[in-house]
């Protein structure tokens, strides 16, 4: 089980005050540049591609596929006794986020599988995309 | 366009490192890294059959500060001097700085250095001690604070989650990357100075702990203390001196950055601009390379490094290296002195001095036949390389 009470967590700052706010009401959003409609993560200030600072914030689909899986088995972090499974997702809009399989099994975590978004509240201030896996349709 | 005959004008002509072995099973042995590098370079700078009055110029390497290191040896009133805090992936780079150095006439002789004391200060990669200390707010990066809330942390889960793709794309068993780990002890079974000399077989592989799975613990690098360093000068001044020189042939870097760390491509394409710059630019070709050199941070690294450049299709290294391709004996000799994985982890600078070894033909039981040839390549945020051939 994670510890919540030794996590390390973000602390929202200029560059992502509006995404941590959206988290927190359960809205997945991504910064989008004003000028040449490229969408980047993590949503630093100002547009990777052309530099603009005109960002605004697009909700994500939400959905993603699993392009890594790596189990932990020595502990690192205090928060996170193995075995600790961590996922990196490549988002349909094409960034990559880190994230945790929530509400389905980790270990069925697997490189290919579609996977969903979903919230994990952890503070008042603080809720964390997470994923699980996307119900075969 | 470099001209081929133009490219080989700066020449490594003494090599100098600490007995890593030794000082690793030496029970408290270890030393400090400002120790290790006053040994190494100074014998560095008697294997080039210089003086130390002859050195004008210095490249410090690892160490936190620089002043202590040139105090203590005695450098304190040379031509040149630059720094390198983190100095492992960016080994090419150093080296490309020293030959700038030299061709610039800001020095005559560099000597350039690695020093570490990850094993004696109990450096543990990815344990963000930041964020232990601080609790909840970790006086991190936004981009690197993301990933620690999900328990990200560590090169090695990086590179996992990487291989974890590589490993479905091509269908690759579990324990199929245990060959690299099996030839690199087989290189450093022949290596008086390697940390680990005890051959492996794929059974030890597969009974090796997972650290980030897929990744065991034979597939990382070692945590030593110790350090590698080299004298470098203009090839013209190397014919006086004892070794017969290693030139530098060509020299290349190609910035890979990634909050994940790991290219989405195993650094296919940064591997195909190292390629372009370090060989086709010279004119020659992957068959003129005598021997391979990769930073093997993991083992993974030499796999995508052999792939990269086209020495095997994509998907196809690990069944080679399987059938003893990159062993000793084999077609492809790679990191001769069990790299990073085996011998030391000095970053790619022990690999670096075993391939001047290898190109004077010292390199012992392990000496590579007529080895006139050595690629150099990192794969890391700053994807570097460089070429060495043995001079005349």
């Known amino acids: ?137 | 366009m470099t001209n081929r005959s133009t490219s080989r004008t700066t020449a490594i002509v003494g090599i100098g490192s600490t007995p890593y072995g030794q000082m690793y099973r030496a029970a408290g042995g270890d030393g400090t890294a400002l120790e290790s590098a006053l040994s190494a370079t100074a014998a560095a700078i008697e294997d080039a059959g210089l003086r130390k009055a002859d050195i004008d110029g210095v490249i410090v390497g690892g160490l936190p500060r620089y002043e202590p290191f040139m105090l203590r040896a005695g450098l304190t009133d040379v031509r040149f001097v630059a720094h390198y805090p983190w100095a492992g992936r960016l080994c090419p780079l150093a080296l490309a700085q020293a030959a700038a150095a030299v061709q610039s006439e800001m020095a005559d002789y560099v000597v350039l250095f690695n020093a570490v004391e990850f094993r004696s200060a109990n450096k543990r990669f990815g344990e963000s001690e930041d964020v232990v200390r601080s609790g909840r707010r970790p006086a991190a990066p936004m981009e690197t604070s993301y990933g620690l809330a999900y328990g990200m942390s560590t090169p090695g889960a990086n590179y996992a989650l990487a291989y974890s793709r590589y490993q479905s794309s091509h269908g690759l068993a579990d324990g199929a990357l245990g060959a690299v780990a099996v030839s690199s002890g087989q290189w450093a079974s022949m290596n008086p100075d390697a940390i680990l000399r005890d051959k492996v077989t794929m059974a030890d592989y597969q009974s090796s702990p997972y650290v980030a799975e897929p990744l065991r613990r034979l597939d990382y690098c070692l945590v030593n203390d110790g350090c590698a360093a080299y004298v470098v000068t203009t090839a013209e001044r190397a014919r006086d001196l004892p070794h017969r020189p290693v030139l530098v042939a060509s020299l290349a870097g190609r910035a890979t950055i990634r909050e994940y760390y790991a290219a989405e491509d195993f650094w296919g394409q940064a591997c195909q601009s190292l390629k372009h710059d370090l060989l086709d630019r010279i004119g020659l070709s992957l068959g003129d390379v005598d021997a391979v050199s990769v930073y093997d941070n993991f083992s993974t690294s030499i796999v995508w490094m052999l792939e990269g450049f086209g020495f095997a299709a994509p998907g196809e290294a690990l069944g080679r290296i399987a059938e003893g391709w990159i062993a000793p004996g084999g077609e492809l000799p790679v990191n001769t002195s069990g790299g990073m994985l085996s011998e030391a982890y000095l970053m790619g600078w022990n690999n670096h001095v075993e391939n001047v070894r290898q190109l004077r033909g010292d390199a012992g039981e392990r000496q590579v036949p007529g080895c006139r040839t050595i690629l150099y390549a990192g794969l890391s945020a700053v994807p570097a390389g460089d070429v060495l051939v043995r001079g005349d």
């Open chain 1, 1 to 137: 089980m994670i510890n919540d009470e030794v996590r390390p967590l973000p602390v929202p700052n200029d560059e992502d005050r509006e995404f941590w706010e959206a988290a927190r009401g359960h809205r997945f959003v991504l910064p989008r540049c004003e000028s040449c409609g490229h969408v980047w993560f993590p949503p630093y200030a100002a547009c990777p591609r052309c530099l603009s600072r005109e960002r605004t914030w697009v909700a994500a689909s939400g959905r993603g596929t699993i392009a890594g899986v790596a189990r932990f088995h020595r502990q690192y972090l205090p928060s996170f006794p193995p075995v600790h499974t961590v996922i990196l997702v490549q988002l349909s809009e094409g960034p990559y986020v880190y994230a945790n399989i929530v509400d389905s099994d980790p270990a069925e975590a697997a490189v290919g599988l579609a996977v969903s978004v979903v919230f994990e509240d952890v503070t008042p201030e603080i809720s964390l995309p997470q994923f699980r896996l996307a119900q075969p349709s």
